[in-house]
């Protein structure tokens, strides 16, 4: 019987034997970080600028822990991009499956290895965290950026203007996918193309975005596309129209839903088809499915003037989203409930 409370913390010494290959970078505005001893660390918040916090976390869905790694780190960082925020601090929550030392120590240091390569090229220094057992390796961020202390430097989802386009940066399909990779029914190439997807960063499409007038962004994760795409819609007052031929898809993710494969998330997200204008005319869709497909470390959603639309989707292939495509448009308020609309 394995102890809970702090009796189920990592021990010191493979804790230490683990972070000490580590090399986070290094920030002046870390006062007190990874390498001291202290209990939490310390940051400054320059003049000027103001504080970004978010936190996630999720269970392992892959056996390399090196890769499964530099997905969290990227999928915490997202929402700093999506805000408009650069990156300044990380810690950590682990949690380990119980075992010989090495073996609890290995799976650590790879773990984490993979996911300080994507902290330090975020320029986001790690500089603390927790570690415990638990049955299932699993890893998650809370994530400080920084942004000018100034209202219309913070993107948020309320801002989409009706004429607006609607981009999305990265393909769609890991819920499924990765639903078909634990039943063992996917191809190899379609999880390899996917993880290669969820390793690409949204900074520098976030940069992208905004330099062409995005009016509001969001990442698309767990709530997927249409989830996400509703919290855009009515904070900002406005309706929207998804073109499901011109969704950006992942490899093999049409056939497994074709086949019945969807995340366990799948039917809670189905929900929100109540918000759907016309969803009888396209349930029989083959992918319809999919924009309910909950997303790891997925794309940037965002609504960009109209007169931007081409410039902000030629700039983005040329920046490493050779996927990146205008999938609908933001309309006027309707009278109707439903917010969104389907076209073929």
Same mark, same amino acid.
């Given at each position: 019987?394995?102890?809970?409370?702090?009796?189920?913390?990592?021990?010191?010494?493979? *804790?230490?034997?683990?972070?000490?290959? *580590?090399?986070?970078?290094?920030?002046?505005?870390?006062?007190?970080?990874?390498?001291?001893?202290?209990?939490?660390? &310390?940051?400054?918040?320059?003049?000027? !600028?103001?504080?970004?916090?978010?936190?996630?976390?999720?269970?392992?869905?892959?056996?390399?822990?090196?890769?499964?790694?530099? &997905?969290?780190?990227?999928?915490?960082?997202?929402?700093?991009?999506? !805000?408009?925020?650069?990156?300044?601090?990380?810690?950590?929550?682990?949690?380990?499956?119980?075992?010989?030392?090495?073996?609890?120590?290995?799976?650590?240091?790879? !773990? !984490?290895?993979?996911?300080?390569?994507?902290?330090?090229?975020?320029?986001?220094?790690?500089?603390?965290?927790?570690?415990?057992?638990?049955?299932?390796?699993?890893?998650?961020? $809370?994530?400080? @950026?920084?942004?000018?202390?100034?209202?219309?430097?913070? *993107?948020?989802?309320?801002?989409?203007?009706?004429?607006?386009?609607?981009?999305?940066?990265?393909?769609?399909?890991?819920?499924? +996918?990765?639903?078909?990779?634990?039943?063992? $029914?996917?191809? @190899?190439?379609?999880?390899?193309?996917?993880?290669?997807?969820?390793?690409?960063?949204?900074?520098?499409?976030?940069?992208? +975005?905004?330099?062409?007038?995005?009016?509001?962004?969001?990442?698309?994760?767990?709530?997927?596309?249409?989830?996400?795409?509703?919290?855009?819609?009515?904070?900002?007052?406005?309706?929207?129209?998804?073109?499901?031929?011109?969704?950006?898809?992942?490899? @093999?993710?049409?056939?497994?839903?074709?086949?019945?494969?969807?995340?366990?998330?799948?039917?809670?997200?189905?929900? *929100?088809?109540?918000?759907?204008?016309?969803?009888?005319?396209?349930?029989?869709?083959?992918?319809?499915?999919?924009?309910?497909?909950?997303?790891?470390?997925?794309?940037?959603?965002?609504?960009?003037?109209?007169?931007?639309?081409?410039?902000?989707?030629?700039?983005?292939?040329?920046?490493?989203?050779?996927?990146?495509?205008?999938?609908?448009?933001?309309?006027?308020?309707?009278?109707?409930?439903?917010?969104?609309?389907?076209?073929?």
């Amino acid at each position: 019987m394995r102890c809970g409370g702090c009796g189920a913390k990592v021990g010191a010494s493979v *804790l230490q034997n683990a972070l000490s290959q *580590l090399q986070p970078v290094q920030r002046d505005d870390v006062l007190i970080g990874l390498q001291d001893p202290d209990d939490a660390a &310390v940051l400054r918040v320059p003049p000027g !600028m103001a504080l970004v916090q978010t936190v996630d976390f999720f269970r392992a869905f892959c056996d390399d822990p090196y890769i499964f790694g530099k &997905v969290a780190a990227n999928h915490a960082l997202g929402d700093i991009w999506a !805000m408009g925020a650069e990156a300044q601090s990380a810690t950590a929550i682990a949690t380990l499956p119980p075992g010989v030392d090495a073996k609890v120590e290995d799976t650590l240091m790879q !773990m !984490m290895t993979g996911a300080v390569e994507v902290l330090n090229e975020a320029n986001c220094a790690l500089v603390g965290g927790h570690t415990g057992e638990g049955q299932e390796l699993a890893l998650g961020f $809370a994530i400080n @950026g920084l942004i000018a202390d100034k209202p219309e430097a913070i *993107l948020r989802k309320s801002g989409m203007q009706a004429g607006d386009v609607l981009i999305l940066t990265k393909p769609i399909g890991t819920g499924t +996918l990765f639903a078909a990779h634990a039943r063992l $029914a996917a191809k @190899g190439r379609w999880i390899d193309a996917a993880l290669q997807s969820m390793q690409v960063s949204n900074r520098k499409g976030a940069h992208i +975005l905004r330099e062409h007038g995005a009016t509001a962004c969001t990442d698309v994760t767990g709530f997927g596309l249409l989830g996400h795409l509703l919290e855009m819609t009515r904070p900002s007052k406005v309706d929207a129209e998804i073109s499901l031929s011109t969704l950006p898809l992942l490899a @093999g993710a049409e056939e497994c839903v074709a086949a019945g494969i969807t995340s366990s998330l799948q039917a809670a997200n189905v929900r *929100l088809r109540r918000a759907l204008s016309n969803q009888e005319a396209f349930v029989t869709h083959p992918r319809y499915p999919l924009i309910f497909d909950p997303q790891t470390a997925g794309g940037l959603l965002a609504s960009v003037p109209a007169t931007q639309a081409q410039a902000c989707l030629a700039a983005l292939k040329a920046a490493g989203y050779p996927k990146a495509t205008a999938i609908g448009r933001v309309l006027p308020k309707g009278d109707a409930v439903e917010s969104v609309s389907l076209i073929g």
